[in-house]
């Protein structure tokens, strides 16, 4: 997790984990994410969200 703040505007930048069993098994995919929020006078809002897969982790969803 990478956390950046400038001025009013911040963004966060971490790995995501979907599927599998917590503690159990490795999560099925794993994606990049991006948040970006905007603090206004009732504080923090996430503005925007954007997430992709991690190149090589996802050899999964191509068939043979």
């Known amino acids: 997790v990478q956390i950046s703040i400038l001025g ?5 930048t971490c790995e995501e984990a ?11 995919i794993s994606m990049l994410a991006t948040n970006i929020f905007v603090k ?3 504080g923090w809002k996430m503005t925007h969200h954007h997430a ?7 050899e999964f969803l191509v068939g043979d």
């Open 18 to 28: 979907f599927g599998g069993e917590a503690g159990l098994r490795a999560p099925e």
């Open 8 to 12: 009013d505007v911040a963004w966060v």
């Open 52 to 58: 992709g897969p991690i190149q090589g982790r996802v």
């Open 40 to 42: 206004g006078e009732d």
